[in-house]
């Protein structure tokens, strides 16, 4: 790996990426709450918005500095890739707390619950990770976030399965239709946050492979 080579010449890169991995870790903090204690829904959920907005400006940045800089600290569309994928999972985040409030959905299921704590779960792993990019010596670490967060992503298929094998089971009328096709509709947001971490992981792993 030749990470750690460049890093005198544009710590900026690093910076922008550990910057964009607490704040999705800020988001999807922010969602759990929001799932564990269920009031001022409509201000939490603009506090994930602006959050969301925050994380679109070092998306932005990081590509400004990519059109600046000559030398990067790893590949160019790499940076691109990963970049992209931070803000795809900050997205999908805001997309579920988003649903939410537009649904006015009753109090969050146990279900609901665990697919947030999962997503909190893999930003942590990656947040805390982040600045292991530039560290020849952290290539193993790295490979246990990938490992933890792509275990995590399996758990969140599993409760995605378990929730709608029996989504419609109480579903007697009208109502309990349109019900249970928001709730489904909102676990699948769940569930592709988390599949979005793992978009994220499995990025890292395949810049630690080209750069091993």
């Known amino acids: 790996m030749v990470f750690s080579r460049f890093l005198p010449k544009n710590p900026e890169f690093i ?31 603009r506090k994930i918005r602006d959050l969301e907005h925050a994380g679109d400006k070092v998306t932005h940045d990081l590509t400004n500095a990519l059109t600046t800089t000559f030398v990067t600290p790893f590949d160019r569309d790499d940076i691109m890739v990963l970049a992209s994928r931070l803000d795809d999972l900050v997205d999908s985040i805001e997309e579920a707390a988003r649903r939410m409030w537009l649904y006015r959905m009753p109090a969050p299921t146990p279900e609901a619950q665990r697919l ?3 997503i909190q779960d893999q930003t942590a792993a990656m947040a805390d ?12 670490n790295l490979r246990k976030v990938v490992r933890t967060v792509t275990s995590l992503e399996d758990d969140g298929d599993k409760i995605l399965d378990d929730v709608l094998s029996k989504l419609y089971d109480n579903a007697t009328d009208i109502k309990g239709v349109i019900s249970s096709i928001r709730w489904g509709e909102l676990y699948q947001y769940l569930e592709d946050a988390t599949d979005r971490a793992q978009d994220v992981a499995y990025t890292i792993e395949g810049i630690l492979l080209k750069n091993a």
């Not at 990770?129 to 193993?140: C, G, N, P, Y």
């Open 15 to 45: 910076q922008l990426f550990v910057t964009s991995a607490k704040n999705a870790h800020e988001t999807a903090k922010a969602l759990a709450d929001l799932m564990d204690n269920y009031t001022d829904v409509e201000a939490k959920v």
């Open 116 to 118: 947030a704590h999962i």
């Open 129 to 140: 990770a982040m600045h292991m990019l530039i560290d020849t010596k952290q290539t193993e």
